[in-house]
């Protein structure tokens, strides 16, 4: 190749050359941060960018180990911390103006930090990592040092915030969790305090939720034992049981999205279910912020779903949320209300106020920022205006000094300027677009999109560029834009392959000459274009991932084409490729990135997999077909990941760039680098692209996934290097000055005529009428919608029309036999219509694609192949369940169930189904035996020592009683044992080893009575089945008598020609189940599939076998001649008596009159024949039918006997599944019993295990007590220290000047106390009556400055000026270093007593800690006793099962007693006997009270006729008195002379009820008074609450300034103290003295009381108690 410039082609050798970062353009993903009240700043890529909200002007701050990550600001020291993203992350912190790096932290993170910090107050930072530490770290970030930290594993953290107003209060909040961190210090050392928040449920309400550690509202049952916790019934034991909630028990919560603190050190929490809440930081409390119901929303405002953002303001709350609008919510009174401030036009990521606040900063989810100032017009200013999506391609506006171009990922196009990167303008496309490239020849440039469209801008005038053209190319992505050096074309590939070539001029209307197929999925074009040369070569680089390698494809396009681009292109529209001169060249390893060379016909590629950047040099002989190319050069890269090539504009500088991040300028000839800049991070996935200016002076390097644009300017370049490419750089320009002069012109002329820029845009553009490509429906007149065709399936589309023009008579004649065709299959379908079904063909055999047909055949075989395999898959499974089934409930049965059905009534018996016990179980079941066995014997030993040793005590006389005794205990052995709680001895089941169910109380026992119990079933079971199988086998043997007789009756029947049916029985399914797993042959119902060769072999046997069976037949002769002559028998029966028949003789066909003599004696011998065999047959039939009844008789007999004894078989099963049904209740209740053993085991083992977590707590905090006493004596000891020694100062104050007269002493005594008044500042009150949050503590630094304006101050105090006249200036010298002095020592001891304060206030929290321990144990102390009662109670306290017969217990109105607490269970005897003696001495006392009662009867009597008779007496003299007194009132008189009284009474009632209402009406007038005076006395109450609370907050004050003076006297007044103690002994003696005095006067008069109490006791006695 030509090279227009001579070049030395020695190496480069550069000495020091560097490139910096002149600016970055990026915009923020994360939540901005103000520096000062004048300055932002955010994260974007691997810088933090600094913005002046009143210049506008940028600073940026790089992180030199990749991408920032998390970012925080302290307002108050200026500095901005912020993280790296790397393993083993650090903190940095830098200061703000300078940037320089004040310090850098280190912790224990592995992966990443999430959040970070700082308080307002103090030089304190948090921090937050996630996976995998979840831990909280506090920082002192001067001096670098973890002051504490605390792990939550599992805790995942969005916000965190400090209290403003307390910097020892920390918020953390999730999507489901909100907890507050409390930091105590005591000294030096600090700790971390938790406490969760629990939220309500969603729809705001609070759940009822109950101690599940320690429950104490459960009830419990004195049947089932005691209630325990979930966690006990699920085995917990560990941690999880003191949280472990079920799913049932378990409710869904809000979930938090934001929170804020406020000037109360309150919490307002935003929630993604549309609700506000408050929290008390102290005591956790959540309030739930209700909506005022009497103000109405606008009709605009939408109902706040999830607030996004959330700031405090005064009165209320400023949120936003995904509408893009700003509401103020004004609390008052737990109740608030919705305002709109503004509406932004894009969501709302976050909200921010200045420091002052009198601005609000506006975040939105684009990036951009807006700044609202209130009270200020226009109130919305624009910060910085975000791009529409991340950077998808950059490039230079020729020749790359004043301006470039980006396109983001929607299609949105901007230029911005070189030297402070503003925007001068943007224009959208409003479709997703790809790439984009700047025109070296005019000022235009083309934007690639994803539909397949070129848009060419017109950008002469930067301020206003507009779409002059564009060009519809195909259906795929536009994935590469490329002009050549010299801006002579444009090159445009797509997904699909295609390479297509323009006219770069805009004069031409940006024309397409051609284009070339390449493969798919193009990775880069690389062109070469010397300004001397005649051509321009062109590389297409695309890679073979079957094969793993790298295709080139390699042609040039000279210059000549523009003019004869219709020669160079087929009729498609594809260029030629002998013209072209195309060459194909693969390389044996995947390149990433390849490059043409300018000069030396060398390819420059970067290999994807291996880190090398390898040389090619171009064969000079031309090939067909692909060429191998081996590395002529090969070079180590030092970067890692898939790269990127890039050619300087004078072809001696290569740009590599890859994941890593790094950009590497190198020389073309030894391919090293000689700059070497990072820009990017592989966090970010590095570079996407990188551009150099003509003049090689700027570079952009544009970020892969961080959204960041940098501009890297040269800070050193060797003379040679920057003089080699400036003077190729104006050389370039001089060629192509002419063309971009023309070119330009005649866009400035496009601009000003809109109608040519219209024609010159629809011109190329046009289409022609839509071709008929098919041909068989040409006829068809359908219309369709224009649409864009792109311009590949144009000239497509046009060659096919040639085509159809040159070969239309041909068409024509084929069109004709194809319907000729198409007539004769129709009429021979319309044939095929008509036949019957068996001769009919399918309607796909007429399609004459033989093709098809085959494909079809093919798909149907493949359809039944599928679908036998399936059918085959299906009767495998059911195969394989069935057999599953049958081992699992047939074949592991050594008994299997079936049943039994009697003859003649509907009675069924089944027997028990019964698996072989296993070995396991057969040997536990021998060990209990054994072991029951040796404890009988044992018992029985020590019975008979006993009754040895007891026969030899006793006396005959109790041998006698002892012998009665033995006679009951036998006779009670004999009666059936209700205790025993079954009916199993009844089957002959020994249940002589089962042990008692009152002794019961060991877990070994129970289980060793649960395996005796499951072998008694399982012989109750054994001995059921016995006498089920010989019943069964009897019915057997019943069934085959049954069928011997009907046999006989059958032919008794037959013989008797009875029409009666013959009962025979036979065993159904249920009682012969097997029969159910076997198939017969009449029970399928399909025939039976037959391959084609069974079937052919069954057509080729049938004929042999008919043919065999026919020769047999034809040559058994003897058996046609017993047939023929004898009826088939050699000998008469008597059973054949009844077909005997007499032969008539010939003659009686005769008349009689013509008959012989010989005949007529011959037809009475065969009349006395004929009866004889009447009376033999008469004879024979009788005896067959009473055969037959006697037969009949005796089946009926037995079969009737079979099912009386099948009915009590049936009855036999009941019992057995009785004796069952008890045993297994019996196995039931142990089970339960263990079942609850275990649980209370677990809930004391848990119980242990909380409480050795609990002492251990305990001795922490014992620990943590004394340290924090020992720590405070310490402090104290050195505050005492400072203390004295500043007072030694104040007493010394007079020796140190003794040598000063008296009166000047005085002077300076005066002076000596006097301070000077430090001022504030008078913009800090301002901030702070715009600050919500006031004036906020002080912190170390403003304690720092305020001592450091003491000093100041006291410098100004210490002056000459202030001297006292006729002062000596040493003895002032001497005052002003004494008051120096003075004046530091109250300040250490300030400081001293403050954190003496803090020390003793942590000393208490840890005391109350230590209690709150000290309570926990002791509720773990009483729990464990409660247990342990329980449990022993639940031991004793047995579930014992007893037979109680049938109407034995009775109960009169259902009146059951469930619970029997106080009951206790003995024998029934001792009961008997006790009533019998109850009832003896109640009928003695009965009769002797009958007696009195005789007695005091008669004398009740005649005492209540004396009192009788003095009753009428006086009731007599009472009448006579009411009729002298009688009083006639008004009311009598009128009622005896109105004659309407009942009117009048009804008028009265009426007014009455008049009045009545009147009164009611007045009483709810009062009423509402009364609840109008509540309301305000309501208002007054909480009024006087907030008074109160503010005096609350006065008294803790007062309180702790009285703790304090009460510390004093503890310490002045210890005298005091001791009169003080003496005085309250003798008031306690005194007190007790009087208590015991009054006790004794008590103690008489219940001893009075109580004889008294006997007395009237006594009164009344007897008594009859109720039996």
Request: aromatic share 8%; hydrophobic share 35%; net charge negative.
């Amino acid at each position: 190749m030509a090279q227009g410039l001579e070049r030395n082609e020695a190496p480069i050798h550069s000495e020091g050359a560097a490139l910096s970062v002149r600016w970055v353009q990026g915009f923020p993903n994360q939540s901005i941060h103000f520096v000062n009240n004048h300055t932002i700043c955010y994260p974007s890529g691997n810088y933090v960018i600094f913005i002046n909200i009143e210049t506008k002007k940028k600073s940026v701050l790089q992180c030199i180990n990749g991408i920032v990550g998390v970012m925080a600001t302290n307002i108050p020291y200026e500095v901005v911390a912020f993280s790296d993203r790397k393993l083993k992350p650090f903190i940095y912190i830098y200061s703000f103006p300078a940037l320089t790096r004040k310090t850098k932290l280190k912790g224990n993170v592995l992966l990443d930090y999430t959040l970070l910090s700082f308080s307002y107050c103090g030089t304190y930072l948090a921090s937050y990592s996630s996976l995998p530490e979840f831990e909280l770290t506090l920082w002192n970030w001067e001096t670098s040092v973890i002051l504490c930290r605390k792990s939550q594993p599992g805790m995942d953290v969005s916000q965190m915030s400090f209290n403003p107003m307390n910097w020892n209060q920390l918020c953390l909040s999730s999507s489901n969790a909100v907890s507050i961190w409390t930091i105590e210090r005591s000294n030096q050392e600090h700790y971390f305090r938790m406490k969760s928040v629990k939220l309500p449920l969603e729809d705001g309400s609070f759940p009822n939720e109950t101690d599940m550690l320690f429950p104490t509202s459960l009830h419990k049952d004195p049947i089932y034992g005691p209630v325990l916790p979930l966690s006990a019934i699920a085995r917990l034991v560990g941690e999880e049981a003191e949280t472990f909630r079920p799913k049932d028990d378990t409710y869904p919560l809000l979930h938090p999205t934001m929170h804020c603190w406020t000037p109360t050190s309150d919490l307002y929490v935003g929630c993604e279910e549309g609700h506000i809440l408050m929290i008390n930081a102290e005591t956790l409390k959540v309030t739930v912020i209700q909506k005022r119901e009497e103000i109405t929303c606008p009709d605009n405002v939408a109902p706040l779903i999830s607030p996004v953002s959330m700031v405090y303001q005064k009165d209320g709350l400023l949120t936003s949320g995904i509408d893009g609008i700003i509401y103020s919510f004004i609390i008052k009174d737990l109740k608030y209300q919705v305002k709109i401030i503004l509406e932004v036009e894009e969501p709302v990521f976050s909200l921010l106020f200045s420091p002052s606040y009198k601005m609000l900063l506006i975040q939105t989810d684009t990036g951009s920022v807006y700044s609202y100032t209130f009270g200020e017009e226009p109130a919305l200013d624009k910060i910085l205006d975000a791009c529409d999506g991340k950077f998808q391609a950059i490039d230079f506006v020729t020749p790359g000094n004043k301006y470039f171009l980006t396109l983001t990922n929607s299609g949105e196009v901007c230029i911005w300027s070189i030297e402070d990167c503003t925007c001068a303008s943007k224009i959208s496309l409003r479709t997703p677009s790809t790439t984009l490239a700047c025109s070296p020849s005019s000022s235009s440039a083309v934007v690639g999109t994803v539909d397949g469209w070129v848009h060419f801008l017109d950008i002469l005038e930067v301020e206003s560029p507009q779409v002059i053209h564009k060009t519809f190319l195909s259906r795929s992505p536009i994935q590469i834009l490329s002009y050549d050096q010299q801006g002579i074309y444009l090159l445009a590939g797509n997904a699909e392959g295609n390479v297509f070539v323009f006219n770069a001029n805009p004069s031409s209307s940006f024309q397409i000459l051609g284009f070339t197929e390449a493969n798919k999925d193009i990775l880069q074009i690389s062109t070469s274009c010397c300004p001397e040369a005649e051509i321009v070569e062109v590389l297409v680089l695309s890679p073979l991932v079957e094969t793993g390698r790298s295709r080139l494809e390699y042609f040039t396009l000279p210059k000549a084409l523009l003019q004869v681009s219709e020669a160079f292109c087929d009729e498609r529209g594809r260029l030629r490729d002998e013209l072209i001169r195309k060459f194909l060249y693969e390389m044996e390893h995947m390149l990433s990135s390849a490059v043409l060379d300018f000069q030396h016909n060398r390819i420059y590629g970067f290999c994807s997999q291996v880190p090398y950047i390898c040389s090619y040099i171009i064969p000079e002989k031309d090939h067909v077909g692909a060429c191998i190319l081996k590395p002529h050069q090969k070079v180590q890269s030092k970067q890692y990941g898939p790269g990127m090539l890039y050619m300087s504009s004078h072809g001696l500088w290569l740009l590599t760039v890859a994941k890593c991040g790094f950009l590497c300028i190198r020389d073309i000839y030894t391919l090293e680098s000689f700059v070497r800049c990072r820009s990017h991070s592989h966090q970010g996935h590095g570079i996407q692209s990188v551009k150099i200016s003509m003049d090689g002076q700027n570079i952009l390097v544009n970020g892969t996934d961080d959204g960041t644009l940098v501009h890297l300017k040269w800070k050193q370049l060797g003379s040679n290097l920057a003089n080699d490419i400036l003077d190729y750089c104006q050389q370039l320009l001089s060629v192509i000055s002419s063309t971009s002069r023309r070119e330009n012109d005649y866009l400035t002329i496009l601009r000003q005529s809109p109608e040519m820029g219209r024609e010159a845009e629809q011109h190329p553009t046009e289409s022609n009428n839509n071709l008929n490509l098919d041909s068989s429906q040409e006829e068809l007149a359908i219309t369709y919608e224009r649409k864009e065709v792109p311009w590949i399936e144009k000239k497509s589309d046009e060659a096919i029309k040639n085509e159809v023009k040159l070969f239309s008579q041909k068409r024509k004649e084929i069109k004709r036999g194809l319907r000729e065709l198409a007539k004769t299959i129709t009429n021979m379908m319309e044939e095929n219509a008509k036949m019957d079904s068996i001769s009919k063909l399918d309607e796909q055999e007429f399609g004459l694609d033989l093709e098809e047909l085959e494909s079809l055949q093919e798909e149907s075989e493949e359809e039944v192949a599928k679908m036998k395999k399936e059918v085959e898959m299906h009767n495998l499974a059911k195969s394989y369940l069935a057999e599953l089934i049958k081992e699992e409930c047939w074949d592991s049965m050594v008994v299997k169930g079936r049943a039994l059905k009697c003859f003649h009534i509907p009675y069924v018996v089944e027997n028990f189904p019964m698996k072989a016990r296993t070995e396991e179980e057969l040997q536990e079941l021998k060990r209990v035996l054994q072991q029951k066995t040796i404890e009988t014997e044992c018992l029985k030993l020590r019975k008979e020592l006993v009754e040895v040793q007891s026969a030899l005590a006793l006396t005959k006389k109790h041998h006698e009683e002892d012998e009665e005794d033995e006679d009951k205990i036998i006779k009670d052995t004999n009666l059936p044992n209700y205790l025993l709680g079954s009916l199993s001895t009844e089957f002959g089941v020994d249940t002589s080893l089962l042990t008692s169910q009152l002794e019961l109380h060991s877990r070994e026992e129970k289980i060793n009575q649960i395996i005796l119990l499951k072998d008694i079933i399982y012989r109750v079971k054994t001995v059921f089945n016995s006498e089920f199988d010989a019943a069964y086998k009897q019915k057997e043997i019943e069934i085959a008598r049954i069928k011997e007789r009907n046999v006989r009756i059958e032919e008794i029947i037959s013989d008797l020609d009875l029409e009666e049916t013959i009962w025979q029985p036979a065993f159904e399914e249920c009682e012969q189940p097997e029969r159910t797993l076997v198939v017969e042959d009449d029970e399928i119902s399909i025939q039976k599939y037959l391959a084609p060769w069974q079937k052919a072999k069954t057509e080729l046997v049938m004929p042999l076998e008919m043919d065999g069976l026919l020769q047999a037949r034809a040559s058994n002769a003897r058996h046609r001649g017993l047939m023929d002559m004898m009826g088939g028998v050699l000998e008469v029966k008597k059973e054949d008596i009844l077909r005997m028949v007499i032969p008539q003789p010939a003659f009686i066909a005769k008349p009689d009159a013509l008959w012989t003599e010989e005949e007529k004696k011959r037809f009475k011998e065969y009349e006395k024949k004929v009866k004889e065999l009447n009376e033999e047959r008469d004879k024979y039939r009788k005896s067959l039918e009473t055969e037959l009844k006697k037969l009949q008789n005796s089946i009926q007999e037995s079969t009737q006997n079979f099912d009386d004894h099948l009915k009590r078989l049936f009855e036999r099963r009941v019992k057995a599944e009785m004796v069952v049904n008890q045993e297994e209740l019996k196995i039931n209740n142990l089970v339960f019993s263990l079942l609850l053993d275990e649980e209370i085991s677990s809930r004391e083992l848990f119980l242990n295990n909380y409480l050795m977590k609990k002492q251990e707590e305990k001795s922490q905090t014992a620990e943590a007590i004394q340290k924090a006493r020992e720590d405070l004596d310490v402090f104290k000891e050195q505050h005492d220290n400072l203390a004295a020694e500043d007072k030694i100062l104040e007493h010394n104050f007079k020796k140190e000047l003794s040598e000063v007269s008296g009166h000047q002493v005085d002077i300076l005594y005066r002076l000596f106390k006097r301070r000077p008044r430090i001022h504030k500042q008078k913009t800090q009150t301002e901030a702070s009556s715009l600050s919500p949050f006031g004036e906020r503590p002080g912190s170390g630094k403003l304690n720092r400055d305020n001592f450091a304006q003491l000093m100041k101050a006291m410098d100004e105090l210490d002056s000459t000026s202030n001297m006292p006249e006729g002062m000596d200036p040493l003895v002032w010298e001497h005052f002003c270093a004494i008051r120096r002095a003075k004046v530091e020592s109250e300040h250490k001891v300030k400081q001293k007593a403050a954190g003496l304060m803090e020390m003793t206030a942590f000393l208490r929290r840890r005391l109350e800690d230590d209690e709150t321990v000290q309570h926990e144990i002791e509720r773990v102390f009483h729990e464990l006793i409660r247990l342990q009662d329980d449990k022993a109670k639940f031991q004793v306290n047995l579930t014992i099962q007893i037979l109680l017969k049938q109407g034995q217990v009775e109960l009169e109105n259902f009146q059951l007693i469930l619970g029997y607490p106080d009951a206790i269970l003995i024998n029934k005897t001792i009961i008997e006997d006790l009533n019998s003696v109850i009832r003896t001495q109640g009928q003695k006392k009965v009769a002797s009270m009958m007696e009195s009662k005789e007695v005091h009867k008669g004398i009740y009597q005649i005492e209540w006729e004396h009192k009788k008779m003095e009753m009428q007496m006086e009731d007599l003299s009472q009448k006579a008195w009411d009729i002298q007194m009688l009083f006639f009132s008004r009311d009598r008189q009128k009622y005896l002379n109105e004659p309407n009284y009942e009117s009048l009474i009804a008028i009265q009632i009426g007014i009455m009820e008049q009045t009545i209402n009147v009164i009611d009406k007045t009483h709810k007038k009062n009423v509402e008074n009364c609840k109008k005076l509540l309301k305000k006395l309501g208002k007054y109450s909480n009024q006087k609450d907030r008074a109160n609370y503010t005096l609350s907050c006065n008294l803790q004050e007062e309180l702790l300034a009285v703790s304090e003076r009460q510390d004093i006297c503890n310490e002045i007044g210890s005298k005091l103290t001791c009169e003080k103690i003496a005085k309250e002994q003798y008031d306690n003696m005194m007190k007790q003295q009087k208590l015991t005095h009054l006790s004794k006067q008590q103690a008489e008069q219940i001893s009075v009381f109580q004889a008294e109490v006997e007395r009237l006791r006594m009164k009344t006695f007897p008594a009859l108690v109720p039996m």
